[in-house]
């Protein structure tokens, strides 16, 4: 089980999933209203920053929209790749699992670049910048690929050994 290569790959899914929990998906910053606009897993935020950014003390959330399911999202994924490393004898579920966790992967990154683009037409002067939240889904799908291609490479591998016998 852990001595796969496909193994590591499989639980550096779940950690970048996890870490978009952690990370910002997005933010803006604009100077003219003193306001800053922060998104993540779980939450839009409007910031009035009452004219410090260092000072989060006098800050003021002026509007906030739930986004829970983009959380809820990357939980599902996160638990999948580690439901997945635990079916090793089964390599037919795991890919199977695989082809789940990139469905997964790909709905999280589609509602994050819908929410973007609601934000950045709510507020046009300015351009926000996308975070780490982000491209950490791009990421742990580049991982899902690789962790598949190496359980289809055992699959492949016990086939021939079972046409040997």
């Not at 803006?28 to 410090?52: C, K, Q, Y």
Request: glycine letters at 4%; charged letters at 15%; a neutral charge.
């Amino acid at each position: 089980m852990i001595q796969r290569v496909q193994t590591i790959f499989l639980l550096a899914i779940s950690v970048c999933m996890g870490m978009v929990l952690a990370y910002y998906i997005w933010g803006e910053l604009i100077p003219d209203e003193n306001r800053v606009i922060s998104f993540s897993a779980f939450s839009m935020e409007v910031i009035d920053t009452n004219g410090t950014l260092d000072d989060v003390s006098d800050d003021t959330v002026v509007d906030s929209k739930s986004t829970w399911y983009i959380g809820v999202l990357a939980i599902l994924s996160a638990l999948t790749a580690i439901f997945s490393v635990f079916q090793f004898k089964n390599r037919l579920t795991q890919m199977k699992l695989g082809a789940l966790n990139s469905l997964f992967m790909v709905a999280v990154l589609a509602t994050s670049y819908i929410h973007i683009n609601q934000f950045e037409k709510l507020f046009p002067a300015t351009v926000g910048q996308t975070q780490l939240g982000f491209f950490l889904p791009v990421a742990a799908m580049l991982l899902n690929m690789i962790a598949n291609r190496f359980i289809r490479k055992d699959e492949k591998l016990v086939k021939s050994v079972d046409r040997i016998r």
